[in-house]
């Protein structure tokens, strides 16, 4: 079960991956057709802020991606010298802990958001960009990342439980050094 759940996540984040960079290829090539523009004295103005809010959201829709691919950062020092059973407590122990900062940042979104909601907030620039349009999917791709990380903790959980530790460590481990450098 624990198995068939990463793979539909790994799935889902993977399709979630690829729209966003969709987004930013289109990002992209609207600040390039911009530029372009402006050498011939004309622009269509607010690019740079634009590209500001994709990035924003492309981010917090990226991290979950990002983590189940193992592409976040680690110190392993202590974790490079247990063994397999020592390994998988700080696995497991270092994605407890990313839930637990995960979830708090998302529900600390939510203030943000609401109060754009509730007083109808325009960005400060000449695009007065109503903010919960850029917002909401912001805090959706931070939700996302949060039920993504509590999702494969217990995944890793029943794993590590099921004394199938590679296959946690696939899930939730840190890549070494001699591993990255190979």
């Known amino acids: 079960m624990a198995g068939k759940m990463l793979a539909v ?5 993977r399709k979630v991956a690829i ?3 969709i987004m930013l290829l289109v990002c992209a090539a609207v600040v390039l057709l911009d530029i372009a523009l402006r050498q011939l004295g004309t622009s269509f103005g607010g690019t740079d802020e ?6 924003a959201i492309a981010t917090a829709w990226g991290m ?3 983590m189940l691919e193992l592409g976040h950062v680690r110190i392993d020092i202590l974790r490079s010298r247990a063994n397999q059973i020592g390994r ?4 497991l122990i270092s994605m407890v802990i990313l839930s637990i900062t995960i979830t708090v940042i998302a529900v600390q979104c939510w203030p943000v958001v609401s109060i754009s909601i509730a007083n109808s907030a325009r960005a400060n620039t000449p695009l007065e960009t109503p903010l919960a349009l850029v917002q909401i999917p912001w805090f959706a791709g931070w ?3 949060a039920v993504m990380a509590w999702l494969t903790f217990l995944a890793a959980l029943m794993l590590i439980f099921q004394g199938r530790f590679a296959e946690g460590e696939a899930a939730i481990g840190a890549f070494s050094e ?3 450098v190979l």
């Open 178 to 180: 001699e591993d990255a």
């Open 64 to 66: 979950g991606f990002a």
């Open 9 to 13: 996540l790994r799935d889902v984040n």
């Open 19 to 21: 729209a966003i960079g």
């Open 143 to 145: 939700i996302w990342f």
């Open 50 to 55: 634009i590209s500001g809010y994709v990035m």
């Open 88 to 91: 998988s407590i700080f696995d």
